[in-house]
């Protein structure tokens, strides 16, 4: 059981973070803007949607042909969306105003998220390279 735990906390932790991190973006969104109208609600899902893409677009040479199964053990403990509803809180919905706020919160949380991810996944594999090329019996 402990083995089949483990592997369906590796595969869901990517979305996962991601459904945090989106989650508490709309509802920060609300909470310091009002309920959404529908074309907030809309708004709200092009500036996600359109996060992805581009930083999709960034990575489109290097996307896997499969969704891979094994991520570094540190994205399980899922840190990136406090890091993705503390940008948000951060960020000044108010002060742009409720269209552009609805849009933004959402963008800078996936943008968070992927990036924060990313860095994460680069950072662990170059130290893994790093360990990797050194000599047998270096300490």
Known sequence: M????????SILSIPYGYT???WSAG???V???GPPSVLDVLLFVLG???AFVALAGVGHDHLDAE???RVPWLVVVNLFPIVAALVVVAFPARVLGRAV????DSFLATATY???LAGLIRGARAWRERVAARPVGWE
């Open 48 to 50: 996600a949607v359109t």
């Open 114 to 116: 992927i990036l924060s």
């Open 31 to 33: 909470v310091r803007l």
């Open 2 to 9: 402990n083995n089949a735990i483990g592997r369906v906390t």
């Open 20 to 22: 945090v991190s989106l």
């Open 27 to 29: 509802a920060l969104t």
């Open 101 to 104: 706020g609805y849009f933004a």
């Open 67 to 69: 969704v891979p199964m």
